[in-house]
């Protein structure tokens, strides 16, 4: 195998912050427009959502009729999910992993509707987890990806709130799963993986890290989740 000089490297990293920067322009795109609204049908929304990126960034194949949306108890549902309307109060998860497949990323938000304010105490939660969870990282070279997940479910704890995936992150080009046992421990950021993050991987690359913080509120029923870059953002 050549080895991989600087150039590649620079280049692998600008690749995976292009598509971070794409999502983060059609999340703008999609808030600033109200594409999501209630009496919307999810799938409604989806495909306004495709036509958005098409128009964006000239994605003309592949979008429309991929999933992108969960709303109010689909946000905690696992694999495949129930067409639904969205409500006056719900909690919206915008998952935007189908448009940066080509780059091997994964971005996500979650939309708080109406006024209910578990609602927004939730993002507002999510939000302390996922700065902590980055400060961690960017505080200890040798973090292992045990001890940032450990990390992370002592601050979901810490706001009275439980995670609710068994990992918090994973390599980038790994493929989400839901399954602890159908995965190699060293490509999430999971209680299996003693393996310092910041590492060069077998294949010569630098290894790139999605932060995925994923809160559950167990009385309301739903949950909400951040998704995004966590070594190159």
């Known amino acids: 195998m050549a080895t991989l000089d600087r150039m590649d490297m620079g280049l692998r990293a600008l690749h995976l912050l292009e598509g971070q920067r794409m999502a983060q322009r059609l999340y703008g795109e999609v808030i600033a ?21 098409r128009e964006l960034f000239g994605i003309r194949a592949g979008l429309v009729g991929r999933r992108f949306v969960r ?36 971005f996500a938000r979650t939309v708080a509707l109406g006024d209910d304010p578990l609602g927004r105490r939730l993002l507002d939660d999510l939000a302390v987890v996922a700065a902590g969870a980055r400060a961690a990282f960017r505080a200890d070279d040798s973090l292992t990806g045990r001890e ?16 609710g995936s068994w990992h918090c992150g994973r390599l980038t080009g790994t493929a989400p799963v839901g399954h602890a046992e159908a995965v190699r421990p060293e490509a999430f950021i999971g ?8 590492r060069t991987l077998a294949e010569g690359w630098r290894a790139h890290w999605i932060l995925q913080v994923h809160l559950v509120d167990g009385c309301g029923g739903r949950s909400a989740v951040h998704t995004e870059l966590l070594d190159l953002a």
């Open 33 to 53: 427009t109200q594409v999501v609204k209630p009496g919307r049908s999810e799938e409604e929304v989806d495909n306004r959502i495709a036509l958005i990126a």
């Open 148 to 163: 940032l997940h450990a990390r992370v479910r002592d601050l979901a704890a810490g706001t009275g709130r439980h995670t």
């Open 191 to 198: 209680p299996d993986n003693d393996l310092p993050l910041r």
């Open 71 to 106: 709303s109010g108890p689909n946000t905690v549902v696992g694999g495949r999910w129930p067409e639904r309307v969205i409500g006056a109060q719900d909690l919206v998860v915008l998952d935007f992993e189908p448009l940066l497949a080509p780059y091997e990323t994964g």
